[in-house]
């Protein structure tokens, strides 16, 4: 392998090195004390002061009724159960899915720490799904209760269209479009 702090004595300057050379100096960094920030991965610049890596990001839908929310993204969307939370008692406070390659939970409302888009008046967060077929997707998810706010339509994107799942959150739905021959 070449050594890529060769790199900068081929004329580039410490202040702008090549991507290449900030990725292997990062790499050789994180075998060496175990700490990466999420950018070098890309080969660009680092944010000043991370000193961990990000492995994941996954949104917590919260809402009033954690069974029929387990009972709905499994049948409604498909969504496989890889997780589950219970209290002392028994009762359960969180589950997690996996939805195609992305990972989202639910969580039981409990104010003020869960609050749900009821309580709330509404959801801000709309969730985007990319999928081979967006009618067909939505078709059974509104059999199984949640409502069309925007119905499937072309648009220079794709095929898509916006639902409200029956606990308030928003789902944006896009498939690419179907070419006809």
């Not at 960094?29 to 994941?56: D, K, W």
């Not at 929310?69 to 969307?77: L, P, Q, S, W």
Request: aromatic share 8%; charged share 25%; proline share 9%.
């Amino acid at each position: 392998m070449r050594d890529p702090f060769g790199a900068l004595r081929e004329g580039s300057s410490a202040e702008n090195p090549p991507p290449r050379f900030v990725l292997e100096l990062y790499r050789r960094l994180e075998r060496e004390f175990g700490t990466l920030t999420p950018n070098a991965r890309a080969g660009t610049q680092p944010v000043t002061g991370s000193i961990t890596r990000v492995h994941a990001a996954a949104p917590c839908l919260v809402v009033p009724d954690i069974a029929a929310a387990i009972d709905f993204y499994e049948t409604a969307f498909g969504a496989v159960g890889v997780e589950r939370h219970r209290l002392p008692d028994g009762s359960l406070v969180y589950a997690a899915f996996r939805l195609g390659a992305a990972r989202f939970g639910v969580a039981e409302e409990d104010p003020p720490w869960n609050r749900s888009p009821g309580s709330l008046g509404g959801s801000a967060v709309p969730i985007d799904l990319d999928v081979d077929d967006a009618d067909a997707f939505v078709d059974r998810a509104v059999g199984e209760g949640a409502e069309i706010l925007i119905p499937v339509a072309d648009h220079t994107y794709g095929r898509g269209g916006r639902l409200a799942d029956p606990f308030g959150h928003l789902w944006i739905v896009s498939s690419p479009v179907k070419k006809t021959p």
